[in-house]
């Protein structure tokens, strides 16, 4: 059993597309262990997205990321952390395989409707920032 930390991203949440979201996951064997939905400050988002810092797209990307509510979820499965991004498919919406979610909703590779670890140690980062042990319900 793995633990990743994935969020619907403002535009997910704008495009009324949580519950098909959520699905997919579910559908692919990953079961959700913590949920909330969170309107992030500036600071939030930058503080979850501090390895970026440097990137020329950081402001834009917080600015982004703190517009709107976001849907912040702890999946657990079978290799979750891979498994979550094979579902999400790749960065750029252009790129990703078709069935993915960023294919079927992003609307650029900035605006990429969901977001999840890349391996454990930004997993055990992202989930640590958002929920305490109470939180995780499973
Ligand atoms: P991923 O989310 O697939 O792990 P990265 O960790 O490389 O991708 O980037 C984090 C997020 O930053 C991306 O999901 C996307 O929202 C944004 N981003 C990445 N590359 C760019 C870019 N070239 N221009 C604008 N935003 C970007
Ligand atoms: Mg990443």
Redesign the pocket.
């Known amino acids: 059993m793995e633990r990743t930390l994935s969020i619907i ?1 403002p535009d997910g949440v704008e495009k009324n597309v949580i519950g098909e979201i959520i699905a997919r996951f579910e559908k692919n064997g990953l079961g959700i262990a913590a949920l909330k939905m969170v309107h992030l400050s500036k600071k939030e988002a930058e503080g979850f ?1 501090i ?2 810092k440097d ?3 950081y402001g ?2 917080t600015d ?2 703190s517009r709107g509510p976001v849907v912040l979820m702890v999946l657990e499965g079978e290799n979750a952390i891979a498994k979550n ?1 094979e579902i ?1 498919g ?3 919406p252009e790129q990703a395989e078709p069935g993915t979610i960023r294919k079927d909703f992003a609307t ?5 409707t ?3 670890s ?1 391996s454990p140690e930004s997993a055990a980062f992202e989930i640590g920032y958002f929920f305490n042990a109470f939180e995780l319900v499973r």
């Open positions: 991203k997205y390895v970026h990137r020329p797209f834009s990307l982004f990321m991004r999400m790749a960065t750029n650029n590779i900035e605006e990429n969901v977001h999840g890349d």
